[in-house]
């Protein structure tokens, strides 16, 4: 079998014409250059996982954290994934349509995707010290539910029906993926906390407050504790002060942890990753994934030396 199949190479190789074999020869090198540059990334994500310590919300420093914990919903308007109504945290979807086109004498039938989304929504990630909001723009998020379906109809009608025929007579093809509420979830992303007096309400607020106090002539006057009868920088500065104490305290009243906490995008290069699988599991499929790769471009590389020598550029 080895045998038969190194005879058909070198006869390919050798009959090949010199523009097409080089294409070919080039195809081979980049893809081996670029298994093995996605073998490298994978390997590095794998190192970074393995490395970073897994911090706990209240006590997380701002920057680039690993975080564990569950996904929950926001309170408000539930998040309702787009075909099947699913109340969840987030979710994604692509609708494609079967079409057929002509390949010479042949007749070929391939999906094509007629319309997809993701959700943007926020939602918080919880551990046992509390809560962060997760905003999900540009995460890699891979989710714990996946469905996928067959229709006669591009919208969503209710159930699909079961079964081989359904499948066979079908013109779309549905799949939907969401991280369901509940769901274990490893994070990394950029973390950064956000307090009472530097939230946008608490600023709008001081801002509205300064403004109401310059509009009273009788809070100016109680201001001026020097009886110049003006109200100097030092003494604005010390009405500002005691105005921001006093949206501090009122927040603090109102919530028992007033600091909001926004895990996002890391603005360099660093990974934004929303996973229900857990953080071994992640290392296991990785590596695999790595090795795999590495496998394709050894394979690549050794098709392409072996070709050349065989047209005797080696």
Not at 1 to 26: D, K, N, T
Not at 96 to 125: C, M, P, Y
Not at 142 to 169: E, H, K, M, N, V
């Amino acid at each position: 079998m080895i045998e038969a199949l190194h005879s058909a190479f070198a006869r390919e190789v050798q009959g090949a014409e010199p523009g097409p074999f080089l294409a070919a020869v080039l195809i081979g090198g980049l893809l081996s250059l670029l298994l093995c540059g996605w073998a490298f990334h994978r390997l590095g994500r794998i190192r970074l996982i393995e490395n970073l310590p897994t911090s706990r919300v209240r006590s997380a420093a701002q920057g680039f954290v690993e975080l564990e914990g569950q996904a929950r919903p926001l309170p408000g308007e539930p998040v309702l994934a787009p075909l099947t109504r699913k109340p969840c945290c987030w979710w994604r979807y692509r609708i494609e349509e079967k079409r057929q086109r002509r390949v010479g004498n042949q007749t070929r039938t391939e999906w094509v995707t007629i319309d997809s989304g993701h959700s943007d929504a926020l939602f918080r990630l919880c551990d046992t010290t509390g809560d962060c909001i997760v905003d999900p723009v540009d995460a890699e998020v891979i989710p714990s539910q996946c469905d996928t379906w067959y229709g006669r109809t591009r919208g969503w009608s209710g159930p699909p029906a079961t079964g081989w025929s359904s499948r066979l007579f079908a013109r779309y093809r549905y799949r939907e993926e969401r991280v369901a509420l509940g769901d274990d979830l490893y994070a990394l992303g950029w973390f950064a906390s956000q307090t009472a007096e530097t939230s946008p309400d608490r600023a709008a607020q001081l801002r509205e407050g300064l403004a109401e106090l310059k509009r009273d002539p009788r809070r100016l006057a109680a201001l001026d504790r020097n009886g110049d009868g003006l109200v100097d920088a030092e003494e604005w500065d010390q009405a500002r002060q005691t105005l921001e104490r006093q949206l501090r305290e009122q927040a603090v009243s109102q919530s028992v942890d007033p600091d909001l906490h926004v895990l996002r995008k890391p603005p360099d290069r660093r990974p934004f990753l929303l996973s229900t699988r857990a953080q071994a599991e992640l290392v296991r499929q990785g590596r695999w994934a790595a090795a795999a790769a590495l496998a394709g471009a050894l394979l690549a590389a050794g098709l392409v030396l072996a070709a050349l020598r065989l047209r005797g550029l080696l």
